[in-house]
């Protein structure tokens, strides 16, 4: 289906992020549309995560706009024009939509992979427990990590507790889900694992943004790789056409690295 | 913030100066308190502090990571407080507040100094009549240890019952280093 134009998920619109004198994101605007894999890359401090961190108001942006199914996320504008945060209930009502993995997985240690899998749906969506148990069971094995239902989190090794994290999101049903680096803090034998799911989350027309420094998933796997440098999008295309012909030179020097890097 | 304000000032200054300033000051005041009534007010209040102290560091030893979770899947934060971050800061706080109040039952031995007839008044007021010091201040120590022992037994208790599941996860936090330090 590409080629085809899809419905706008998320738009983003000259958002800035200040971290007291600093400022994280001046002016970052992107359009995500149904189904697309987004990979941002960029070196570290270059605000991708904290884009990320954004876009679930986790993070809440000082400027601009941030759209989710066309509705403002965090802040409205009042008749007057002014600035307004919005009501609790507003804010989890959205973050509900989309599902966010981390780095460093953030399992909630003291339940089960199954009950981490439910927690969500049955106390924030009000689903039943049995429907939620039995959603959860399917993506559980989806994960390939059906022996370990009733394993607490530190009984499991990091590549299968990222696995449940995925899972943990994929429960809420979201519209987009959100990769913060999530195989950074995995020992090299366990990324694979992985971003098999991810990869084949993408094939199944889930809509992702993933930041990492996996260049060979960027290149398999992204429709878009946008590159970041200090806080703003310094360029950005199809992976084939930016790994071997990025036109910035600092995309250029980052990507050599990177690269040399991974060879 | 008057309440964090009350705790660092309550926290700063000795028992026996509060106790002082409740009892014998605050009459200057017009506020006249009765020997129980002062005792109980200066030790709750000191009590209450350490508490606050050790719920506060109990949960800033949670994971920072937990909260951000629990907000990303939609949870409001009170919800996210109550099935995520409480359950988890439990393995923190209890041995926390066992120090605590073990440290309470050993400073209301102070509070003879008003005149409140607690166990180590009357072990006086037996040494008094009897001037048997070694076994009046043997007897008072006992019962001292009697009633810590049993609360560490039981705080030990609800320890093992709310622990089984954090296989090895449980690592020394400051709300454990919080110990009473006053003299």
């Keep these: 289906m590409r080629g085809v134009l899809k419905q706008v998920i998320v738009r983003v619109e000259s958002v800035h992020k200040w971290f007291g004198p600093l400022h994280v994101l001046q002016g970052i605007d992107m359009e995500i549309r149904a189904g697309e894999t987004i990979c941002i890359i960029g070196p570290s401090g270059s605000g991708k995560s904290t884009l990320l961190r954004c876009l679930n108001f986790l993070e809440e942006h000082e400027a601009g706009t941030i759209l989710l199914d066309g509705q403002p996320m965090g802040f409205s504008e009042d008749s007057e024009g002014r600035r307004i945060r919005q009501s609790e209930r507003d804010i989890n009502r959205m973050r ?53 239902t009733n394993a607490y989190p530190s009984q499991l090794s990091g590549g299968q507790q990222q696995r449940v994290a995925i899972a943990r999101a994929l429960a809420m049903e979201p519209e987009i889900m959100l990769f913060d680096e999530p195989t950074s803090a995995l020992d090299p034998e366990l990324v694979e694992e992985v971003l098999a799911v991810m990869r084949d989350l993408a094939r199944d027309g889930m809509t992702m943004l993933v930041v990492t420094h996996e260049m060979g998933f960027a290149a398999d796997v992204a429709d878009r790789v946008v590159f970041m440098d200090q806080g703003i999008i310094v360029e950005e295309g199809p992976p084939a056409e930016l790994f071997r012909e990025a036109k910035s030179p600092r995309a250029v020097q980052f990507l050599a690295k990177v690269i040399q890097r991974t060879r | 913030m008057p309440a964090r304000m009350l705790v660092e000032l309550l926290r700063n200054t000795p028992f026996l100066i509060q106790l002082f ?13 009765s020997v129980a009534t002062a005792a109980l007010l200066s030790l709750s209040l000191f009590a209450g502090t350490y508490f606050a102290e050790s719920i506060r560091g109990a949960i800033s030893s949670v994971p920072r990571g937990q909260m951000d979770s629990a907000r990303a899947v939609g949870m409001s934060y009170a919800l996210a407080m109550r099935r995520i971050i409480f359950p988890q800061m439990l393995g923190y706080l209890l041995p926390a507040l066992t120090n605590n109040m073990i440290g309470i039952v050993k400073f209301s031995s102070i509070l ?8 180590t008044m009357a072990s006086q007021i037996v040494l008094g009549e009897t001037f048997s010091v070694t076994e009046a201040f043997t007897v008072t120590a006992l019962l001292y240890w009697s009633l810590t022992t049993a609360i560490t037994m039981g705080m030990s208790r609800l320890e093992r019952r709310t622990a089984t599941h954090r296989l090895g996860a449980i690592t020394i936090s400051p709300a454990q280093l919080i110990v009473f330090n006053h003299k």
Excluded: C
């Design chain 1, 96 to 148: 509900a939509k989309i599902g966010m993995v981390f780095q460093s997985f953030n399992l909630w240690t003291h339940m089960t992979v199954l009950r981490n899998v439910i927690e969500a749906p049955v106390n924030v969506k009000g689903v039943s427990r049995i429907e939620a148990e039995s959603r959860a069971l399917e993506l559980i094995r989806r994960m390939g990590l059906e022996d370990k």
């Design chain 2, 21 to 33: 300033l409740i009892y014998y000051a605050l009459p200057s005041l017009g506020v006249s308190l």
């Design chain 2, 112 to 119: 003879s100094i008003i005149t409140l007839p607690e166990v």
